[in-house]
Every structure is written in structure tokens, then in C-alpha cells.
């Protein structure tokens, strides 16, 4: 047995903390906000505000939402032991995404636009399974493009109010793509609601400069064309 020479007791040293910048740490304190929270639910890994326990409290400004979505990857993936690095990506994610909204484009193009709506359903529950942790904007794209073929197929069924609501997410999360103003701009035209629609158009207009309006709002043949 190996015995501790003399003069180094065999103790641990404790570890040293990094030296810490005092400006860089003051600011840090200047800026701590104490936040009051609950944990529970699945695997007492979610957070919630500790007063009304919920999820994302607006009186208590807090939103805990995406905290616990990886909070609840970790729980259901216990052999992942740390996030992979951004650059990698789920190829199959992306395939099962596109082969599933092309199976609603074909549909959509013979006029089943209810079955159409099914499957754009299911490729949008699938997009959203990508992990926080890979690239957002492959998440942003990928999503924006199936709601915004969702928001045509509830067009055409005659659900303006849900191509609405899609064509309006599809702009939050894609502002820059002109196609999601336009899919809006239809919808609002299907409600009515002309001025609104005008305005959508001309804000899809600038993403699209080479677009003219007789291309935007006013034709229904752009619903799946190459998405
Ligand atoms: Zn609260």
C-alpha cells in the first residue's frame, strides 16, 4: 500500500476557481434577477413560477417553456449525456419532414386538400421534434414551409381564420420569406379584411422586389409550387 510521503498529506486540493474579472463580476450582480420557481412535473425536471404554477406566467413575466422542452429531451433520452455540437444535423428528421409534405403537395395538387391537411399536420409535428440544440434556422425553415402549405389547404377548405393564424406564424417565425405575407394576405382577403391584406402584400413585396402584384395575393396557382 502506497503511503502518503511525508510532508504531502494525500488530501485533495480543492479545486481552484477561476480568477474572476471584479468589474465583469459586478456587472453580473448588477444585473441578478432572483427568479421565483417551482420545480415538478416529469422527472421534477420543469420549471414553473413559483406562485401560480405555471409553465410561462405573464404576471410573473417568466417563460420556462423552452428550459423545460430540453429539460424533457434529456429525461426521454437518458443515454444523451450533453447536447451533440450545432453543426450536427438529423438528416432523417429532414427526409421524414420532406417526404411527408410532398405526400400532402400531391395530394393538395388533385384537389384532397382534408387529406393534404393530414399530412401537414404530421410533418409539422415532426419538424417540431428537432432538437433546440441544432441549427435554427434548418428548424425555422423547414416548419414555415409546411405550415405555409397548411395555411393553403385551410384556405382552401375554407378555414380562413386557420390559414390566418398559419400564414401569421409562418411570417413571425420567416419574416423575410415573401411567400408567408402572401399566404396571409389571401387569407385576409378570404375574411374580408382588404386593407389588412394590402398591407401584407406590400410587405411581402419587399422580400420579393422582382415580384409584381398580379404574382402575389390575387392568383392561387404559387400554393405548393416547389415547397
Ligand atoms: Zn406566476
Known amino acids: 500500500m502506497a503511503q502518503p510521503v511525508q510532508g504531502q498529506p494525500n488530501v485533495q486540493r480543492p479545486m481552484l476557481a477561476p480568477q474572476t474579472d471584479p ?3 459586478a456587472r453580473i450582480e448588477a444585473d441578478f434577477k432572483p427568479v421565483y420557481l417551482a420545480v415538478g412535473g416529469p422527472g421534477h425536471a ?4 413559483q406562485p401560480h404554477k405555471v409553465e410561462k406566467c405573464d404576471m410573473c413575466k417568466l417563460d420556462f417553456t423552452a428550459l423545460n ?3 424533457k429531451i434529456f429525461i426521454t433520452n437518458p443515454n444523451l449525456r450533453c447536447p451533440p455540437p450545432p453543426t450536427v444535423l438529423q438528416q432523417k428528421l429532414s427526409q421524414a419532414v420532406t417526404n411527408t409534405k410532398e405526400e400532402g403537395n400531391t395530394l393538395y395538387k388533385h384537389n384532397k386538400h382534408r387529406e393534404a ?4 399536420n404530421m410533418a409539422a409535428n415532426i419538424a417540431v421534434q428537432r432538437p433546440p440544440w441544432e441549427s435554427s434556422a434548418l428548424f425555422r425553415e423547414e416548419l414555415s414551409t409546411v405550415i405555409s402549405n397548411r395555411s393553403a389547404a385551410l384556405f382552401e377548405l375554407g378555414d380562413y381564420l386557420g390559414a390566418l393564424v398559419d400564414a401569421e406564424t409562418v411570417v413571425s417565425i420567416r419574416r423575410n420569406w415573401p411567400k408567408g405575407h402572401f399566404r396571409k394576405a389571401k387569407a385576409l382577403v378570404g375574411l374580408r379584411r382588404l386593407p389588412e391584406a394590402e398591407q401584407s402584400v406590400s410587405l411581402g413585396l419587399q422580400f420579393e422586389p422582382n415580384n409584381t402584384l398580379q404574382g402575389g395575393a390575387s392568383k392561387t396557382h404559387a400554393n405548393t409550387e416547389g415547397e
Open 23 to 25: 468589474v465583469m463580476q
Open 46 to 49: 420543469f420549471a414553473f413560477c
Open 69 to 71: 422542452r430540453i429539460s
Open 117 to 120: 391537411l393530414a399530412k401537414y
